[in-house]
């Protein structure tokens, strides 16, 4: 029945080979399509961004215009020439300017394009495309925008149109005239990488083309016929869609003919080989059976080890010297089992049986304490030789005992009762304490009775978790991987000192300063830990009292800071103040205002420490706040070169994403980490915003660059920070503060490489 079996097993395994083919086939080209649509998606999103970027600059170009004219409604040309000196700054999308007062224009930027069209009207400089839009933005006061088109000049252009009225008048009185806006159209989609020739093709048109314009604006038009990616980019009054596709198609693996060829060729030569496997293995299974009768009836114990530690072979001897039925030690592993987990010193023998796995030859003999199934004690003396493979590789391990329990007993019991006698002499005023390799106190000094309460025999055995705080066991759980740190680079002379609370028989608690070592055995293996502690309960108290001391201060500074803010108005009121004078009282009133932010921010952070904050909701529109966000970061935006894109998983109501939240808590925890990430990626960087509304609210921040190592578990702490000179470490902290002030909580992420993304989330 065997031989059939072991003959059958050939085909099987060609059998499972050609599905794991077919696996690796299917794996393949799914991983083709996933890597082809990153690139696009990256690309894709790239020139959305630049798109967005240039057209943006165009918009706001328009309302800073916009704003200057209804302040100024009677600027002249110079001064419309030194104001658009100012603006252009950084715009090099921005081809010129021109304003038409009552539709005829009036002023130009450059000024060498004005003796051309000053005192005409609009409606005859340009096509009839742009009359009609003309005509649209007048008669509904939005701003309009023309598709790329060439100018006078055959130069490709777009042309961003926005009228202007005045405030306090209304339709058509109001009406000043007309701003246009013209974007070198070229230039901005060679930034977007439309139309050029790539690994990925992009192309743009009109999502919804009106006045019977042609759709296609830039690039090929067969892209949008590749079953391309798409994005859309909101423009004046307008949609475009933006296509991107590889080059060729979606086509398939390059690979995968080489994984077919392969797999056919494994089909063929694994089974073969495993068919004449078998042939020599059913001729040693005759050779094994002679074998047999010679150790099953040896008087000594005789055991096999596997690499894992598992009993894989035991004679009949070594069965009835340890009280167990034929065939019951088989795969149990040999510590738990036949050998205690620890020493009587303490020591791990899971660890001591992986060094004799790895090197027989360091102990070619060693005695051990052993457990019978009844749990009787018994010692054994081994001898012991690797199992080694053809190649020469260690398999295991042949073990060879003598039962050596007197002699061994006798011995034992003398070097523990000397043990015992050098502890009891001991007598110290600290606490002097050690714990084993799973942190269960082996020893204790009697002066923690006097400290704690306990009586040692209430300590030893006892994990030392049972004894701290649950702040302590966090902090224990710190110290752990410093330490292990610390040995790495140290070795034994790794030790910290830390304040740990500890409970005491009493109920209450004591704080000890404690300062904790590695122990050692003589191979250099941890098998436990060291500490001396020292009462500091009184110190943690004044601690304590001081931080009462200073909150009660902060409190008590406001009152004069009321008089502080308040008093420079009243000295306005009473006049005859010069220029100098009234600069002194603005700048008192800045200071003051400014500390007392700083104060009443300080009092938030400690309310909603202490969970006592109440929220003052109401309706948020996420996407006013990321723009007013992003136009308060405008110069370290425009300073580093960095694009910056939202995206609205679920799509947005009427233009907006609006959240219940506190305002200005909700406007600083988004300031907060949108300026970390505009800082933490390199110059002419990306950062993206993608808010979900699907599921409550999620607003993913993912910046370039990785969050440093060395700060990657302390990220969200108190004055955690990679580079102390750019910022005291309290903008994360605060943020997740206030995050789960409004029941939500923040995440870090760093699995992709090379980039980071912090996760709000936030409940509905």
């Not at 150790?295 to 894989?312: Q, T, W």
């Not at 306005?572 to 400014?594: P, Y």
Request: glycine share 8%.
């Amino acid at each position: 029945m065997l031989k059939r079996i072991t003959y059958l097993i050939p085909p099987v395994i060609g059998l499972i080979v050609a599905v794991m083919v077919y696996i690796g086939y299917r794996a393949d080209q799914d991983h083709h399509a996933q890597k082809v649509r990153a690139r696009v998606v990256q690309s894709l999103n790239e020139g959305k961004a630049s798109l967005d970027s240039a057209i943006g600059s165009g918009v706001h170009l328009i309302s800073a215009i916009e704003a200057f004219l209804k302040v100024n409604p009677g600027l002249n040309q110079s001064q419309f020439a030194v104001l658009a000196d100012a603006l252009l700054v950084n715009m090099p999308a921005v081809r010129s300017l021109q304003l038409a007062k009552d539709d005829t224009v009036s002023h130009a930027y450059p000024s060498w394009s004005a003796d051309k069209i000053f005192g005409r009207e609009l409606n005859q400089l340009g096509t009839p495309t742009l009359r009609t839009l003309l005509k649209r933005a007048k008669a509904t006061g939005r701003r309009q925008i023309l598709p790329p088109g060439e100018d006078a000049l055959g130069n490709e252009e777009i042309v961003i149109l926005a009228p202007v009225f005045l405030p306090g008048k209304t339709l058509p009185g109001g009406y000043w005239g007309m701003i246009s806006v013209h974007l070198d159209a070229a230039a901005l989609f060679r930034t977007a990488n439309i139309g050029l020739s790539g690994d990925i093709l992009l192309a743009l048109r009109d999502k919804q083309p009106r006045d019977g314009r042609d759709a296609m604006l830039a690039g090929d038009p067969v892209v949008f016929e590749m079953a391309p990616l798409l994005r859309t980019v909101h423009v004046p009054s307008d949609d475009w869609l933006l296509a991107a596709a590889p080059r060729g198609g979606w086509a398939g693996s390059p690979y995968a003919k080489y994984i077919l060829v392969f797999g056919l060729l494994a089909m063929v030569l694994i089974p073969a080989s495993l068919w004449a496997v078998a042939v020599i293995v059913m001729g040693r299974l005759k050779d094994r059976e002679r074998y047999y009768q010679l150790v099953h009836s040896a008087k000594s114990i005789i055991m096999r080890i596997n690499m894992d530690g598992d009993i894989v072979f035991c004679n009949e001897y070594a069965e009835d010297f340890y009280g167990y039925e034929p065939g019951e030690l088989l795969g149990k592993p040999l510590v738990g089992t036949l050998v205690p987990r620890k020493t009587l010193e303490g020591r791990s023998m899971r660890r001591y049986l992986a060094r004799l796995l790895m090197n027989p030859t360091a102990h070619p003999f060693n005695e051990t304490m052993n457990v019978r199934k009844n749990g009787e004690i018994v010692w054994v003396a081994w001898a012991n030789d690797s199992v080694r493979a053809k190649d020469g590789s260690s398999v295991g391990l042949l073990c060879v005992g003598t039962d050596i329990t007197d002699r061994k007993l006798m011995e034992e019991a003398l070097r523990q009762r000397e043990k015992q006698y050098r502890l009891l002499a001991e007598n110290v005023t600290d606490i002097i304490w050690g714990l084993d390799a799973d942190y269960r106190f082996t020893f204790v000094s009697p002066s923690d009775e006097a400290v704690r309460g306990f009586r040692r025999s209430d300590v030893l055995g006892r994990y030392i978790q049972e004894f701290l705080t649950p702040a302590s066991k966090t902090r224990f759980k710190d110290i752990l991987r410093v330490l292990d740190d610390l040995a790495d680079a140290q070795g034994s002379t790794a030790s910290v000192t830390e304040d740990l609370e500890f409970t005491c028989a009493d109920g209450g608690s004591v704080w000890l300063e404690s300062h904790l070592g590695i122990l050692f055995s003589e191979e250099d293996e941890r098998i436990g830990l060291q500490g001396v502690s020292r009462d500091i309960t009184d110190r943690k108290l004044a601690e304590a009292l001081r931080e009462d001391v200073e909150r009660m201060a902060r409190h008590d500074l406001k009152t004069p800071l009321g008089a502080v803010i308040g008093l420079p108005e009243e000295i306005r009121r009473h006049g005859s103040l010069n220029a100098a004078q009234e600069a002194m009282l603005g700048t008192i009133e800045n200071a003051g205002a400014s500390m007392l932010e700083l104060i009443n921010r300080s009092l938030d952070l400690y309310k909603m420490e202490c969970g006592t904050y109440v929220l003052d909701r109401s309706t948020v529109d996420v996407l006013s706040v990321l723009e007013k966000i992003k136009a308060e970061a405008l110069p370290h935006i425009s300073e580093k070169g960095i694009s910056v894109g939202i995206e609205v998983m679920g799509g947005a109501e009427n233009g907006t994403l609006p959240v219940s939240a506190d305002p200005e808590l909700f406007h600083s925890m988004l300031a907060n980490l949108i300026l970390n990430a505009l800082e933490a990626s390199p110059e002419t960087g990306s950062v993206s915003i993608v808010l979900d509304r699907r599921d409550g609210l999620t607003v993913i921040i993912r910046n370039q660059g990785e969050v440093p190592l060395s700060v990657r578990e302390t990220f969200f702490d108190k004055y955690s920070t990679s580079s102390p000179a750019r910022g005291s470490g309290l903008g994360t902290y605060s943020a997740r503060l206030i995050a789960r002030t409004h029941g939500g909580d923040i995440a870090v992420e760093t699995g992709t490489p090379g980039e980071t993304s912090v996760v709000v989330t936030l409940p509905q």
